[in-house]
Nanobody, 111 residues
């Protein structure tokens, strides 16, 4: 049974940082591209970052230069380092590997 569990979300002030983790079990993540998505209230789910099996990353324009995706295949974990957070980054963040999704972790950026 494949399971993805996100963690690291929370409430942070504008300009702050958070590091999200996605721990995978039941799947060898080394074979798959990993992705981070987010969904704000009333909006469609948005692709934020992709991390290839060789740690090549791509980002949406809205987070480029502020967010950094990475992975540790040996630990079956994918990460999203989020810096210079803005209120518009507030959303539930989801990890996606192959066809599997985590339950999401809430990120709220507010003063």
């Amino acid at each position: 049974q494949v399971r993805l569990v996100e963690s690291g979300g929370g409430l942070v002030q504008p300009g702050g940082s958070l590091r999200l983790s996605c721990a995978a079990s039941g799947i060898n993540i080394g074979f798959y591209v990993a992705a981070w998505y987010r969904q704000a209230p009333g909006k469609a789910r948005e692709l934020v970052a992709t991390i290839t099996t060789r740690n090549i990353t791509n980002y949406s324009d809205s987070v480029k230069g502020r967010f950094t995706g990475s992975r540790d295949n040996a630990k079956s974990t994918v990460y999203l380092q989020m810096n210079s957070l803005k209120p518009e980054d507030t959303a539930v963040y989801y990890c996606n590997i192959a066809r599997f999704w985590g339950q999401g972790t809430q990120v709220t950026v507010s003063s």
